[in-house]
C-alpha cells in the first residue's frame, strides 16, 4: 500500500486499488486499542435510474434501505449481529441518499471481524419469505417517521424546494413504493452496486495495512466486475418550487429548518473547494459567533437549538439552517437583510481569519473521532478528493469568495422555509 503523511494534522493514510477495483484505505492510529472499519458502496436512496448487463432498471424507492435491512441476513439462519457480539464487537449500518455504510468497532478479534464484514455485505440471500416479513419491519419504520417531527420538518422541506430530483422521496421510501420490492429486485440491485468496484474498505486503528488488503484479497476474490451506472440525475431551476410549508404536530414549541437552493458541486477538488466556502458563508451568516446569531438570540427569536451548515448530496445542495422559534418568518427575513448587508459591506479581515481559524480547528478536532474520520474518509473519496488536504484548501479561500457566495445564494428566490407548529396553534 502506498502512505500519505500530512505533517499538519499528524495522519497517515495508506491506500491502495485491488486487482478487483475496490479501493482500500487504512488511517493508522499507533497505541489504540480501538479499531473501526466501514464498508461502503457508492449507491443511496436517490439512485433509483440505473443501466446494468444491457438493460435499464428503474428501482422503488425504498430500495437502498431495503437492501441495507436484508443484507443482515445470512444463510442457515446465521446471526450477523450476534456474531459480531460474540467477538465483542458492535456493527451497525445506515443508509443516506447518496451511500451505504456498513461497519463495526472492536478492540478485540479484528480480523475475524473484517472477514464478518467483507462476507456479508458481500452475500446477498434473499428469499421471498424474508422480504415479505421484512417489509412489514420497513413499513412500521415508515410509520415512526411520519410522527418523527425532525424527519417530517425535512421531508416537507425537500417536497416544497426541489421538483424533479428524487430527494423530494425519504430515503425509507414509502408503504406504497416498498411493496413493488422484490427478492429479484434485490438481487440485481446489489449485483449492480456491491461490487468491488463501487466500493470503499476504510479502517481506522493500529493495524498493518497489507493485513488488511489480503484479507480483502481473501475475501472479495480478484474478479472485476460490472458496476451498474446511474442515470443522470435531473437539472433542478434554483428557484424554489415553494417558498414555505407548514405541519400542525404535537410539538412544544414551533421548529422551522430555512434552506437557500445551491447548484450541485460535482466531484474533485474545484467542487470541495465550493463546498468549504459555502462552510465558511453559513459561519458567517449565523454561526455561533456571528453578530446575527447573537442578536437574534438576545432578542429571543432563537435559542441554543439554532444551527446551520451547508449540505451536499449527489445531484444538489444547500445552505440550511434550523431550531426551535416562536417566529420563525422573522428569523428568515433577518437572515435576508444579513445577507444583503454582507454582500453589500463584505467581511471584515478580522472577522474572517477568525471564522477560518475556528472552521479549520473544528474540522482537525473531527479527527480525534475514529467514526469521523473514516467517514469522511470515504464519502469525499467518492466526492474525487482526499480528505486529509482539507487545511489547504481552507488557507487557499479569500474572504471575497465567501461575500459573493451569500449574495448569489442568500435570497428570497432560492429560500424555502419549513415549520411544524403545536397543535395548539392550529
Do not use: W
Not at 445470512?74 to 459480531?84: I, L, N, T, Y
Not at 455485505?121 to 415512526?144: L, N, W
Not at 451548515?309 to 434550523?322: N, P, R, V
Not at 479581515?349 to 474520520?373: C, N, P, V, Y
Amino acid at each position: 500500500m502506498i502512505p500519505s503523511y500530512y505533517p499538519e494534522l499528524d495522519e497517515t493514510c495508506y491506500r491502495q486499488v485491488l486487482e478487483n477495483g475496490l479501493t482500500v484505505a487504512v488511517v493508522k492510529r499507533k497505541g489504540f486499542t480501538k479499531k473501526l472499519a466501514y464498508f461502503i458502496t457508492d449507491y443511496g436512496a436517490i439512485h433509483t435510474d440505473f443501466t446494468f448487463e444491457g438493460r435499464e432498471y428503474h428501482a422503488p424507492a425504498g430500495m437502498a434501505h431495503y437492501l441495507e435491512h436484508k443484507l443482515f441476513d445470512m444463510p442457515g439462519g446465521r446471526d450477523v449481529s450476534a456474531e459480531f457480539a460474540a467477538m465483542g464487537a458492535m456493527t451497525n449500518a445506515f443508509t443516506s441518499y447518496d451511500l451505504t455504510a456498513y461497519y463495526f468497532s472492536c478492540t478485540e478479534n479484528f480480523h475475524e471481524c473484517l472477514k464478518l464484514l467483507l462476507e456479508f455485505v458481500s452475500t446477498p440471500y434473499f428469499t421471498e419469505e424474508s422480504v415479505e416479513k421484512e417489509r412489514g419491519i420497513i413499513d412500521q419504520e415508515i410509520g415512526m417517521n411520519q410522527d418523527a417531527p425532525d424527519s417530517v420538518i425535512f421531508e416537507n422541506l425537500m417536497v416544497s424546494m426541489f421538483e424533479k430530483h428524487p430527494i423530494r422521496i425519504p430515503i425509507l421510501g414509502t408503504s406504497q413504493t416498498i411493496r413493488e420490492i422484490t427478492a429479484q429486485t434485490l438481487h440485481i440491485c446489489h449485483r449492480a452496486f456491491y461490487t468491488p468496484g463501487n466500493m470503499l474498505l476504510c479502517v481506522v486503528g493500529d493495524v498493518e495495512p497489507e493485513e488488511v488488503t489480503a484479507l480483502a484479497r481473501q475475501m472479495l476474490g480478484s474478479e472485476k466486475k460490472e458496476v451498474g451506472k446511474k442515470q443522470p440525475l435531473p437539472q433542478e431551476s434554483m428557484t424554489t418550487a415553494e417558498k414555505e410549508t407548514c405541519r400542525i404536530m404535537e410539538v412544544a414549541m414551533p421548529m422551522f429548518n430555512l434552506a437557500f437552493k445551491c447548484e450541485p458541486l460535482g466531484l474533485g477538488d474545484e467542487a470541495i473547494r465550493r463546498e468549504m466556502v459555502a462552510d465558511l458563508a453559513a459561519e458567517a451568516l449565523f454561526g455561533e459567533s456571528s453578530e446575527l446569531y447573537l442578536r437574534l438570540y438576545e432578542e429571543g427569536l432563537i435559542d441554543s437549538s439554532f444551527g446551520g451548515g451547508f449540505e451536499t448530496i449527489d445531484g444538489c445542495a444547500m445552505l440550511m439552517c434550523s431550531g426551535d422559534s416562536d417566529m420563525p418568518e422573522h428569523v428568515r427575513t433577518a437572515i435576508l437583510e444579513q445577507a444583503e448587508r454582507i454582500a453589500a459591506e463584505g467581511i471584515e479581515e478580522a472577522a474572517f481569519l477568525r471564522m477560518k481559524r475556528s472552521a479549520l480547528g473544528r474540522r482537525i478536532r473531527q479527527l480525534d473521532s475514529f467514526d469521523g474520520t473514516c467517514f469522511r474518509v470515504c464519502a469525499y473519496h467518492f466526492s474525487g478528493f482526499d480528505y486529509f488536504r482539507f487545511p489547504e484548501v481552507y488557507r487557499s479561500i479569500e474572504k471575497e469568495e465567501i461575500r459573493k457566495f451569500i449574495a448569489d445564494i442568500v435570497t428570497a428566490d432560492r429560500s424555502c422555509l419549513s415549520v411544524i407548529r403545536p397543535v395548539e396553534e392550529k
